[in-house]
């Protein structure tokens, strides 16, 4: 009897292993992440100065709660013991300390690091360290944890994944696991109860549609990426999200190019992870970013990822459904001049087959709201009017 407990507890031990954190991402993370901006020129006063602003700005009150050090934070070796060391001359006071100060401001603090024997940019990765590694950052009071796919030779990712997830349980501290395998390994498919969020492409550059190759690789503008994975979205859901990448709003494109990417981030439900230099950003930049009412849709509880629904004469359409049946709705006008819509309600069925909900225009009438320009545009009872400039969005929600 006593070996027969022994082994149901066993077995109820491992079973209670093999899981993620639930309960921590329900709906998109919201935060901020250096590599965009900063690459591996990094530091303590970066960071500080980051808090500071994610509460003086706003973002804080808007939702962004998240700060992530992306690659460079670490010294180049472990020390004698195997631990990983943040880089003293960037992070003097260490990480904990860090941590304290970040929470202090009542966010969130993640890091970087890789499944492979050294992250991208050169530093010590977790391969081999993988329990070691998720012991130090739990002790470190750590949230999130970003998690690359450089050097991973002969690794296969599911399985690199799924050791760190173990790894970060056993070390018992709630942390936000995010997969950056780059969409290689399609993790959509393996990873809902391995990680919270994962990374759909390579990486994002600050473009509305390029490519720009570095040989073996290619960073993609905001449109590449959204086209390259529309399909997906039947995978996302509260608690496991595609990442579209760290945004590239307030980088360089246009204020309307960011106001559409931000559109299309939100619509997509992804992680919404700035990834600008808060203490210099414009006005119409921190106005984008925190506008409540299009992060709203971000943060609907359904989370529910949207979709195309039309596309002609350079004007695509995209709908989200939201809780209460209500609708996001984004028109983005891709031509290079401005465009004039005269929408009809009447003469689309808008819905959503995969998910069962449908936009009932015949016999209930919607409000439409302008959620950029913060205005009601009266109802379904009567045409859409509207003008949108290139490259820019209108988009609404619409209630009952
Ligand atoms: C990869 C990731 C990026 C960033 C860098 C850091 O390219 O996809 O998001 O983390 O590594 O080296």
Request: aromatic share 12%; hydrophobic share 40%; with cysteine.
């Amino acid at each position: 009897m006593k070996n027969y407990f022994l082994t149901v507890l066993l077995v109820f031990g491992l079973y209670c292993n093999a899981q993620k954190f639930e309960g921590l991402a329900q709906t998109p993370p919201l935060g901020w992440n250096s590599w965009n901006t900063f690459a591996t020129n990094i530091n303590e006063e970066l960071v500080k100065d980051i808090a500071d602003k994610f509460v003086e700005l706003g973002l804080k009150d808007a939702g962004y709660e998240y700060i992530v050090l992306d690659d460079g934070w670490m010294a180049k070796e472990r020390d004698t013991e195997g631990n990983l060391v943040a880089d003293p001359i960037k992070f003097p006071n260490g990480m904990k300390a860090l941590a304290n100060y970040i929470h202090s401001k009542g966010l969130k603090f993640g890091l970087y690091n890789c499944a492979g024997s050294k992250t991208c940019a050169g530093y010590p990765g977790s391969r081999g360290y993988e329990y070691q590694d998720a012991r130090l950052y739990a002790s470190w009071h750590i949230d999130y944890l970003k998690y690359d796919w450089c050097n991973t030779e002969k690794l296969k990712a599911e399985g690199a994944y799924i050791t760190m997830r173990d790894a970060l349980k056993e070390a018992k501290r709630p942390i936000v696991f995010s997969i950056c395998e780059w969409g290689d390994n399609e993790p959509w498919k393996w990873a809902k109860d391995v990680g919270h969020l994962w990374r759909v492409t390579g990486d994002i550059i600050n473009c509305w549609d390029c490519e720009i190759g570095h040989g073996s690789w290619s960073s993609f503008g905001v449109w590449k990426i959204i086209n390259m994975r529309k399909d997906i979205r039947t995978f996302a859901g509260p608690g496991h999200w595609n990442d579209f990448d760290m945004m590239e709003v307030g980088n360089g494109m246009t204020d309307a190019e960011d106001r559409s990417h931000f559109a299309m981030w939100t619509m997509l439900a992804s992680p919404l992870i700035m990834g600008n230099d808060l203490r210099n950003a414009s006005k119409e930049t921190i106005k984008t970013l925190v506008n409540k009412e299009v992060i709203a849709v971000n943060q609907d509880k359904l989370g529910i990822q949207g979709f195309r629904f039309s596309n002609e004469n350079n004007l695509e359409i995209w709908i989200k459904p939201l809780a209460n049946d209500e609708w996001a709705m984004t028109f983005v006008n891709m031509s290079d001049t401005i465009t004039t819509i005269n929408f009809n309600w009447n003469k689309h069925d808008i819905g959503d087959n995969l998910n069962n909900r449908f936009l009932n225009v015949k016999n209930i009438i919607y409000k439409v709201r302008d959620l950029y320009n913060h205005k009601d545009l009266g109802t379904t009872s009567r045409n859409l009017k509207a003008e949108i400039d290139s490259h820019d969005v209108l988009m609404l929600r619409l209630s009952k």
